[in-house]
Each structure stands twice: as structure tokens, then as C-alpha cells.
């Protein structure tokens, strides 16, 4: 199977199941696992943070990660689309009390900093206190530029406010800036990043902040039962992923862009290859021709979700010839 739907379907590589089976564990509640303290080790250097901490999704990683940032009661300001305020099942109010502000994400991914000031509440009790700017990159494939990231930064702090970057995906965005993470993370206070997408792990995410941000998700993570034992299994899968699986993310957004171009040989099909920046492809068509397509692609051994809208993500395990494959399969269901 060709799987399109997800960075997040990825196998496992050998090499990578070789270091889980292999990993030295522990008690990582005691905080005793050796394989857990050498990814979080390692992620604190990266990000350029002092502390950083093994959570089991990336949804958990920003709920601990706001839930360290604001009280009950306060406030984060956040994209109307962004993973943060509209795919965590409502997590950060429902279980944490904490007040999301949404606001229009911008073409470019970003927020109009402008409309961020609008909406930052006076000292006043009948508001909610605004605590945090919560940010996203990449966003939907798309980077956002290190010169927003320091703007947005200077003006949040300029207003009192902290920074949150979910960086699911912040190492598509640093291989397409050519720029390390800490260049990237240098204008969040904290970030939480995906090891199970692009990287290839098969579980987990990690927060990086500082020492209080992460003593206090800490609490958080054993409070959501987010607390693994022996999690140096999937840790050192993680490990594997950082050493062996970043840099080759380039050839990931190489493939789209190649594919992306394909596509857009094909009249029926909306696909604009210069906004392809990452590892996605943005393909718009009638709803009705999309659910054919996606029927007639699965018989041929390729998976994507149809829509008007489609979004088709190249990973790991779509090599370079699948995207001949694929380019011709949809050429095929055309003609
Ligand atoms: C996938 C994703 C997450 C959450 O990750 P899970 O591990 O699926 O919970 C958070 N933010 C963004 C932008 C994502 O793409």
C-alpha cells in the first residue's frame, strides 16, 4: 500500500526496531530509564532549552505545555485553524480550564499580530487574563519564516505574553529554512515537536521549555496518565529518528514537489506546485470525482482521503518511483 493520508503511518524501519529492542529502560515515573533521559538530553541541546520531557502524542505535549503556561481562568491566543485550538478535542478548556482566543489564520500560516493585540485582554476582571501566544510550524505544509517567528516573539513579550510553538512538524520547517531547530525554537518559550510524523518514530512527542515550564508538564503528564514506565522501547526509537531521519526529510518535500507538478498536468485537478514548501500536496476538485478517484487509487494499491480539498502527504516509506506510480495511476483514472 501506498498510503497518502498521513505522515503518521510510517513502519518502523529495522534499523530503528533494532535500537528499540536493544534500549537500556527503566522506571521513567522514577525518572530512571536511561533511554528517556538521553532523548530528552538530547532534545533540551537541540531546541536549545534547559529541560525537555517524553510525552506519548503531540496533542498531550501542547496540553502539558499550555497547562505550564497558563492557570484556570487564562487565556492563550491561538489560530482558528491551528492543531492547538481546533484538533485536541477541546483538551486545553475541557481539562484544563484554560480559555482558548481564537483568531484568522493569515494566507502565509501566520497571525496578523495586529489582529493578536486586538484581541489581548485588559487588566480587568470581567476578562480572562491573556497569558500566552500559541503559534504553529509548519502549518498546514506551509513554514513559517524565522523573521515572523522573532517578530511575533518581541511583540508577545513586549506585551507581557509567553510563547508556545507546536512544532509537530518544526523539522520540515528548519530543513526547508536550511536552519538549525534552535534557530527556530530561540523565539518560543516552549515547543512541542512530533517524533512519530515526518521522523518515522512510531510513537511519542517531546516538550522542550525551560526548567519550570517542564517541572510543571511533568505534573500535568502524570495528572492525563500520560506517565510510561519502561518507555526507553520508545524512546530509543525517537533517538534513531533524530539521528538518522531529519536530514532526509528534504527528499520528502522533494517528492511532493515533484508530484505536485505531475498533478497539475491534469485539467480536472487544482494543484499549484509553488506553494509547495514541505511535505504536502493541496489538491482541490469536484467532492464527487474526488470519492472515484480515492475508490479507484485504492485498487491500485493507493490510499488518500477524498475531498474537495484533499491533502496528500509524502513520508518515509513513499519512495521516489511510488510518485511515478501514483502521477500515472491518477493520470490513468483520467483518461
Ligand atoms: C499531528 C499534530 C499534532 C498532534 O499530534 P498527535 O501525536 O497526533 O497527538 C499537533 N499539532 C500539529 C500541527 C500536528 O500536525
Sequence with gaps: MIDLRSDTVTQPTEAMRKRMA????GDDVFQ????VNKLEALMAEMSGKANALFVPSGTMSNLVGLLAHCQRGEEY?????????LYEAGGAPVL????????????????DL??????????????????????????????????????????????????HLDGARAFNATVALGCELKDLTQYADSVSICLSKGLGAPV??????????????RRWRKMVGGGMRQAGVLAAAGIYALENHVERLARDHAKAKVLAERL??????????????????FIRSDKAVAAHLADYLLQKGIRIIPGETMRWVLHLDIKQEHVDYISDQVKAFFN
Excluded at 32 to 35: F, R, S, V
Excluded at 77 to 85: C, R, S
Design 77 to 85: 491566543i491561538v489560530g482558528q485553524g491551528y492543531h492547538t485550538y
Design 22 to 25: 536493544a534500549a537500556a529502560v
Design 114 to 163: 495586529t489582529k493578536v493585540e486586538s484581541v489581548i485582554k485588559k487588566d480587568d476582571y470581567h476578562f480572562a487574563r491573556t497569558k500566552l501566544l500559541c503559534l504553529e510550524n509548519t502549518h498546514n505544509g506551509k513554514v513559517i519564516s524565522l523573521d515572523y517567528m522573532q517578530k511575533a516573539y518581541d511583540f508577545a513579550k513586549s506585551k507581557g505574553l509567553s510563547v
Design 264 to 281: 497539475a498536468e491534469i485539467p480536472q485537478l487544482e494543484v499549484k506546485p509553488e506553494l509547495v514548501q514541505t511535505n504536502m500536496v
Design 32 to 35: 530512571d530509564d536511561p533511554t
Design 96 to 111: 484544563g480550564s484554560i480559555v482558548p482566543q481564537p483568531v484568522e489564520i493569515e494566507p502565509d500560516g501566520t497571525l
Design 204 to 217: 511519542g512527542s517531546v516538550l522542550c521549555g525551560d526548567k519550570d515550564t517542564i517541572k510543571w508538564a
